[in-house]
């Protein structure tokens, strides 16, 4: 599988981006899916995480009811709709996908597929 993360830019805080995660191959549908952020100096923080049909979510009490993770298997790709955005928001945003790991438990190491990641910039 591999992993194509789009949709960062240039927003001013209080803005929306939606971040978009295409994978190839025909076994979207088996693996849970999520992402994981890093800031400038800062460790890699996870953000957010969904179930293999996207009934489950999780999310860091940092972007908890403001970020929102959603998944369409037919089309073989993820989303994070991002809303009322803050300066701490900004880092390079990856999307991880793994057939084993649990999405209540979003762990680094345990992931199978790695995107490039895309850079989201919250200007205050």
């Known amino acids: 599988v591999q992993l194509q993360a789009s949709g960062g830019g240039l927003v001013q805080a209080g803005g929306s981006l939606r971040l978009s995660c295409a994978a190839s191959?025909?076994?979207?549908?088996?693996?849970?899916m999520g992402w994981f952020r890093q800031a400038p100096g800062k460790e890699r923080e996870f953000v957010a995480s969904?179930?293999?049909?996207?009934?489950?979510?999780y999310y860091a009490d940092s972007v908890k009811g403001r970020f929102t993770i959603s998944r369409v298997n037919a089309e073989n790709t993820m989303y994070l709709q991002m809303n009322s955005l803050k300066s701490e928001d900004t880092a390079i945003y990856y999307c991880?996908?793994?057939?084993?790991?649990?999405?209540?438990?979003?762990?680094?190491?345990?992931?199978?597929?790695w995107g490039r990641g895309t850079q989201v910039t919250v200007s205050s």
């Open positions: 191959g025909q076994t979207f549908y088996r693996y849970y």
């Open positions: 991880t996908a793994s057939s084993t790991t649990q999405p209540s438990n979003w762990d680094p190491t345990g992931m199978d597929y």
């Open positions: 969904i179930s293999l049909s996207g009934s489950g979510r």
